[in-house]
């Protein structure tokens, strides 16, 4: 399990900086929030509002996750898939407005334990959110590998800015870009050249229960997702299960776990 742990969380009324549309319902947002950036580390999350501060009404009630693409110079970003109510709302802020933001909340990723170790990030979708901010803090060491895999070239994002902090190399599976077929393709050679490596993986559960399975005998730090409405361990709404018996709460054990842990 990684050893980076929220310490100290802030809530803030983060300031709305900029909304840049990507294709196909994705988004990033940009947020002023000083405290919350300063103290983020890559895998952490937060608990964002999806109603601007001072808004009427209770509809949406609760906040939402989302892992951090980038924290610096007093902001965070977030990339953001507009797919129901609540991000719909997100998807409709504006620049000037505030939203309230907890964070920074959870564990996030541990570096390789080996400083000459390669660091392959094997994303699916919106998964690929935080190995930017991850690949950025790699100074001095060997440059990270993303292997990022789509439904198609439409949601592949951001490979410009990834590009800049790592190797990215991409798989789709109607074949519109890169290998076609699933992300797991392009890791499996990876494995099998047996050079020193640790594997960090976000996205479908389905995607990285295949990307563990395939590390045996490799370290695998695994990003978790699910429903949260706490986002602090309260509520354990976001419990799941562990491959040897019991429960972990993403908020509070993650999201950052052993993926043996999960799908040994």
């Not at 507009?82 to 907890?102: D, E, F, K, M, Y």
Request: contains cysteine; charged residues 20%; aromatic residues 6%.
């Amino acid at each position: 399990m990684s050893d980076v742990s929220c310490g100290q969380r802030f809530q803030e009324q983060a300031l709305v900086r900029f909304r840049r549309e990507l294709s196909g319902g994705y988004f990033v947002l940009g947020l002023e929030c000083p405290r919350l950036a300063e103290a983020a580390q890559p895998g952490q999350f937060a608990m964002l509002s999806v109603r601007p501060d001072g808004a009427s009404g209770h509809d949406p009630l609760l906040p939402r996750p989302f892992t951090f693409l980038r924290a610096r110079a007093g902001m965070v970003e977030v990339l953001i898939h507009a797919v129901g109510r609540g991000t719909a709302l997100l998807a409709a802020a504006n620049p000037g407005q505030r939203l309230r933001i907890l964070g920074p909340l959870g564990h996030g990723f541990a570096l390789p334990e080996d400083s000459k170790a390669q660091a392959i990030f094997v994303a699916g979708g919106i998964g690929v959110a935080p190995f930017l901010h991850f690949a950025e803090r790699f100074d001095g060491r060997p440059r990270p590998s993303l292997l990022y895999g789509a439904r198609s070239e439409r949601d592949l994002h951001l490979l410009d800015e990834l590009s800049q902090a790592m190797e990215v190399v991409v798989a789709t599976e109607d074949g519109s870009r890169g290998l076609k077929g699933l992300v797991t393709g392009l890791l499996e050679p990876r494995l099998a050249a047996g050079e020193p490596l640790e594997v960090y993986t976000c996205g479908p559960e389905p995607m990285m229960a295949a990307v563990v399975r395939l590390c045996r005998g490799v370290k695998v730090q695994a990003s978790l997702e699910a429903r949260m409405a706490c986002g602090v361990g309260v509520c354990r709404g976001c419990a799941v299960k562990k491959a040897q018996g019991g429960y972990l709460e993403v908020c509070a054990d993650g999201p950052v776990r052993d993926g043996h842990e999960l799908w040994g």
